[in-house]
């Protein structure tokens, strides 16, 4: 096998720990092909151990993003690997295989505690192994491991699809078919929608069932469903780059309110989940 073959049929192992690491698909695929180019700058003849060598390059690169996560980089493709896109569909397949509960409380623990949880508890990665991409002794990582464990039991788990997120997704998928009277099904007559500030020229609010599905026919092509601060909603994030959130209102099975985040600063301090 050439090394990219052998990187290829590590792929899916490599993007679940990536993606158990950093919550999201996007983020996950940028680890898993800055491993690529490592190993095709490196070359795999002198790698002894391919499969221990791209968890712990893996492990390193979601460590690093995990502590810079304020500083987003473009995702720099290999000449030889076709570009791949993450869309909604492969973020819910991803959270739903992966379970919101534990991506919500892996987000309380320190980079370091997360890593050696996700290596060692979800994927079996020996504490030697996993103690230099943490760089500790295998013992302290085994400590690190226990505590992250202790704090992943003693979290409240939330509902593994709150409620509403089937409207959700029903409403992001009308409105990218362009379904108007889907649309309009999915909406409390009185629905507002309300901006938190001018963007790209767009009203700061609308009201009324009508007016809202109108705006929303053909515009969800980059939204997704998200947990903004614990409150369902979806988000617009062009190369994984948030954009603007919005957080809804459900209220006996039709959406009733609609709030858009698009200051920077705001989005920043924000928990943002994808679903």
Known sequence: MTPYERFEANRPRLRAVAYRMLGSAAEAEDAVQEAWLRLDRTGAGHIDNLDAWLTTVVGRVCLDMLRSRGSRRESVLPETEPARTTGPEDEAMLAD???????????????????????????????????????????????????????????????????????????????????????????????RLRMDEQFHNLPTELH???????????????????????????????????????????????ITSFEATTNQDRLREMEILPL
Request: avoid cysteine; charge should be negative; glycine fraction near 8%.
């Open 97 to 191: 295989s992966v379970g919101l509960a534990l991506l919500v409380v892996l987000e309380t623990l320190t980079p370091a505690e997360r890593l050696a949880f996700v290596l060692h508890d979800l994927f079996a990665v020996p504490f030697e192994e996993v103690a230099p991409i943490v760089g500790r002794t295998p013992d302290a990582a085994r400590q690190l491991a226990s505590r992250a464990r202790r704090r992943v039991r003693a979290q409240p788990e939330p509902p593994e699809r709150p409620a509403g997120r089937e409207i959700v997704e029903a409403f992001l998928t009308a409105s990218r078919d362009g379904d108007f009277e889907t649309l309009l099904s999915l909406l409390d007559p009185d629905v």
């Open 208 to 254: 009324g069932a009508r007016t809202v599905a109108q705006f929303y026919v053909g515009r969800a092509q980059g939204a997704f469903p998200a947990l903004i601060d614990g409150t369902l909603g979806f988000r617009v994030a062009p190369n994984d780059d948030t954009m603007l959130v919005v957080t809804l209102t459900v209220t006996d099975g039709r």
